[in-house]
């Protein structure tokens, strides 16, 4: 694989970039070596600016659910760009995405559209804490809800990647607001609330992590959230931001048929431009400023070129066969990378729902973060780089999603498997 060009920016990137990058992940550090610099995307292929050519299961981490440069996006975003970037006022698109969003998941009412995960996640527990009037969060190992401080406790994406499980900086009194326990633990839940219950605003998490490798929930584990959040009156917040339109289209309450108090979105609703949403009951919401006291706000906010992109992307998702497509192809990929692993005698444990996967090299069963960080993360790095040399760019980190598109057709499959099989044997 050609990497001149990258070589060389990547050394003039870490002249002038903290670490070469603008988010911590794309340095490589969870595979080693050094990352390759994007040049252009089309469908389900990315290529780099040495001219290689990748079929790529990263997709910008998740919202690229059309894949790159789908040309129903594509136009949306150029013909609201030809009207204004952004205004400060409001306008019809967001009126339309909101009604998309209210349309598609089942617990949401009312939303409230930011710019990133982060701030929404952030904004959401601000939001629960008024609501209840109580400081406690509970946050579930491994699962991450962005940067903000008091969310920066055992969570993973690329905390785990780089073995950091706080982050200097944070005020010790802030994040002894944030409580923690073990993912799929009902008993762990239980003690916690039994001891603190009074004093919990909420319980946020992934309902499906998707940031130290995909975990499922056991059976009745989110319900059984449910009912405790409910019998000591605290509220439940999911981080839908990964799994939303990409386990179901009305996200994991869908699936899992559990409702939430608020849900957290991004990713897809934005069709590859920054966004980020909040929501969640009338009765909730309407405690966010400017109708209740609970002030929240941002300046692009809901912008045009981020709505246009999350309203087209939204319109194609839920043409007649469209994401079923989807999943229906992560699941033969799945089940095929399955086999040409056990044919190389190399231990792996898959999991996958809807259009997320993951395939830990860990012979399982992974339920928890401390099992998802018990994998063989040296034969992993081995894999990513023999994947790439033949074409596959998949996520550098065994603690991250793989994601399929609707541009991932017969011919990607097939070299993927073509190249999965050589990179098991060099293993």
């Given at each position: 694989m050609k990497s001149a060009i990258s070589q060389s920016l990547w050394k003039e990137a870490n002249r002038v970039l903290v670490g070469g990058v603008n988010s911590p992940v794309r340095a490589f550090k969870g595979v080693g070596g050094d990352p390759f610099f994007a040049a252009?995307?089309?469908?389900?292929?990315?290529?780099?600016?040495?001219?290689?050519?990748?079929?790529?299961?990263?997709?910008?981490?998740?919202?690229?659910?059309?894949?790159?440069?789908?040309?129903?996006?594509?136009?949306?975003?150029r013909l609201a760009l030809e009207k204004g970037s952004s205004f400060g006022i409001p306008t019809e698109a967001e009126i339309r995405l909101a009604e998309r969003i209210v349309e598609i998941v089942p617990s949401i009412e009312k939303?409230?559209?930011?710019?990133?995960?982060?701030?929404?996640?952030?904004?959401?527990?601000?939001?629960?804490?008024?609501?209840?009037?109580?400081?406690?969060?509970?946050?579930?190992?491994g699962c991450y809800h962005g940067h903000?401080?008091?969310?920066?406790?055992?969570a993973?994406?690329?905390?785990?990647?780089?073995?950091?499980?706080?982050?200097?900086?944070?005020?010790?009194?802030?994040?002894?607001?944030?409580?923690?326990?073990?993912?799929?633990?009902?008993?762990?839940?239980?003690?916690?609330?039994?001891?603190?219950?009074?004093?919990?605003?909420?319980?946020?998490?992934?309902?499906?992590?998707?940031?130290?490798?995909?975990?499922?929930?056991?059976?009745?584990?989110?319900?059984?959230?449910?009912?405790?959040?409910?019998?000591?009156?605290?509220?439940?917040?999911?981080?839908?931001?990964?799994?939303?339109?990409?386990?179901?289209?009305?996200?994991?309450?869908?699936?899992?048929?559990?409702?939430?108090d608020l849900t957290v979105l991004g990713k897809v609703i934005g069709g590859g431009l920054p966004v980020g949403a909040y929501g969640g009951s009338e009765e909730i919401m309407d405690r966010v400023s400017p109708v209740g006291p609970i002030y929240q706000a941002g300046t692009l906010s809901g912008n045009p070129l981020a709505t246009a992109a999350g309203i087209a992307t939204l319109d194609v998702l839920e043409e007649p066969g469209v994401f079923n497509g989807v999943v229906e192809t992560t699941t033969k990929l799945g089940a095929e990378l399955g086999a040409l692993a056990r044919e190389a005698g190399v231990p792996v444990f898959q999991t996958?729902?809807?259009?997320?996967?993951?395939?830990?090299?860990?012979d399982g069963p992974i339920k928890s973060?401390?099992?998802?960080?018990?994998?063989?993360?040296?034969?992993?790095?081995?894999?990513?780089?023999?994947?790439?040399?033949?074409?596959?760019?998949?996520?550098?980190?065994?603690?991250?999603?793989?994601?399929?598109?609707?541009?991932?057709?017969?011919?990607?499959?097939?070299?993927?498997?073509?190249?999965?099989?050589?990179?098991?044997?060099?293993?």
């Open positions: 252009s995307g089309k469908g389900a292929r990315v290529t780099d600016v040495d001219g290689n050519e990748l079929i790529d299961y990263v997709l910008s981490w998740g919202p690229l659910i059309l894949g790159h440069a789908h040309p129903r996006v594509t136009e949306a975003v939303v409230r559209l930011v710019n990133s995960g982060t701030e929404a996640t952030m904004s959401a527990i601000r939001l629960a804490r008024g609501y209840t009037v109580r400081d406690l969060i509970v946050k579930l190992e903000a401080d008091g969310l920066l406790v055992k993973g994406s690329g905390l785990t990647t780089l073995g950091v499980p706080t982050s200097p900086g944070v005020p010790a009194a802030y994040a002894s607001c944030t409580l923690t326990m073990p993912y799929n633990d009902l008993d762990a839940a239980r003690a916690l609330f039994e001891a603190h219950g009074e004093n919990i605003a909420a319980i946020i998490l992934e309902p499906v992590p998707g940031n130290m490798g995909v975990v499922l929930p056991e059976d009745g584990y989110l319900q059984a959230l449910r009912d405790l959040t409910a019998t000591y009156g605290s509220l439940l917040i999911f981080d839908e931001v990964m799994s939303g339109f990409r386990v179901a289209m009305g996200g994991a309450q869908a699936h899992f048929s559990v409702m939430p996958q729902l809807g259009t997320m996967s993951c395939m830990f090299f860990h973060y401390s099992d998802a960080t018990a994998s063989d993360t040296k034969r992993y790095a081995k894999f990513f780089w023999g994947m790439l040399e033949r074409g596959v760019y998949l996520a550098p980190s065994q603690y991250e999603a793989a994601f399929t598109s609707i541009a991932h057709g017969p011919s990607e499959i097939d070299q993927t498997l073509s190249a999965a099989k050589a990179a098991f044997a060099a293993l």
